[in-house]
């Protein structure tokens, strides 16, 4: 446990460096948000693409471990709307950004750095990549597609899924890390000079601009919306992902990657989604800076727990 604490150490003290800098104003209020746009654009994308060129892709992608993720991650998104509907009073067009506050976890700016900081194994990259490739595309379509139910489904809204898919610079890195990977497209030592600088500047990058973000949002004292969202994303989501995973008989990376994944406080693309549709912003700002916080104490036990 003293070594995973260690290897985790490193991590929360750059989130609180960033978030620190942020409240005290040595980082300016837009410093942040171009941080994670960095990031999110061009580090991320970077490294990901390098990791999926890279890495050995001859290994099939089991289909439980498909299962074992998504089956719970759905769930929750279905009883988290009905729980948001019926406890809490939240309208029918709201109950997208519930659905997706409960199941979509922080994976690019949390999850891989925790992942890389923690083990040196290859063989975890991989099942990392599905999640970070496949996360979005799933959710995101779930998300868009209930928040524009209530209006009806037309046109637009399969327009709307796939514009966020088609422009989502993390689905498209992998991608095209993937083709370049299946194909041996080679790539000259400048193009990897370059990626590289940018990669290597990811998973550092990723955890200021994390600390950073969360210092721009208001701290208050949560309500029972925000702890019932924690609850859901911090506890019921990778437990059932746990337990699934073991009745499908999953093992190693696989099924650390999947319950380690599971358990990353939520996303900031919930948050977004609150923004552009202007729906309960105070209270997914919130939960936000909670299941972060709460998971800085949950994820070091996962970790002692789970096969490295």
């Not at 300016?28 to 746009?37: I, T």
């Not at 996360?135 to 009806?152: M, Y």
């Not at 498209?172 to 790539?187: D, W």
Request: proline share 5%; charged share 10%.
């Amino acid at each position: 446990m003293g070594s995973i604490l260690l290897a985790f150490l490193p991590i929360i003290t750059i989130v609180v460096i960033g978030y620190l800098f942020s409240r005290i104003g040595l980082f300016p209020e837009n410093v942040g948000s171009g941080l994670v746009q960095f990031v999110y654009w061009l580090a991320i994308p970077a490294m990901l693409f390098l990791h999926m060129f890279q890495t050995d892709i001859s290994e099939n992608i089991p289909l439980t471990f498909l299962l074992s993720f998504y089956v719970p991650s759905i769930f929750v998104f279905i009883l988290a709307m009905i729980l948001f509907n019926r406890v809490f009073g939240w309208d029918a067009k709201e109950l997208g950004v519930a659905g997706i506050v409960s199941s979509y976890g922080n994976l690019a700016l949390l999850g891989l750095p925790i992942l890389l900081a923690v083990t040196n194994d290859q063989v975890a990259l991989l099942p990392a990549l599905v999640l970070l490739a496949t996360q979005s595309t799933v959710l995101f379509t779930f998300t868009i597609v209930t928040l524009n139910s209530f209006k009806g489904l037309d046109k637009g809204v399969f327009k709307a899924v796939f514009c966020r898919l088609a422009t989502n610079p993390i689905v498209l890195a992998l991608i095209f890390g993937l083709a370049f990977n299946i194909f041996q497209v080679p790539l000259s030592s400048e193009a990897m000079y370059t990626l590289n600088i940018l990669g290597d500047a990811a998973p550092g990058c990723a955890l200021v601009a994390l600390g950073a973000s969360l210092g721009t949002y208001k701290l208050k004292k949560p309500g029972k919306e925000v702890l019932c969202f924690v609850l859901l994303r911090n506890f019921i989501h990778p437990l059932l992902v746990w337990g699934v995973a073991l009745f499908f008989g999953l093992d190693g990376a696989w099924l650390t990657v999947a319950v380690l994944f599971a358990a990353m406080p939520v996303g900031i693309n919930a948050f977004i989604f609150s923004e552009s549709y202007d729906i309960r912003q105070s209270t997914v700002s919130v939960t936000l800076v909670v299941s972060t916080l709460v998971s800085s104490a949950t994820i070091p036990i996962l970790l002692y727990l789970l096969p490295l």
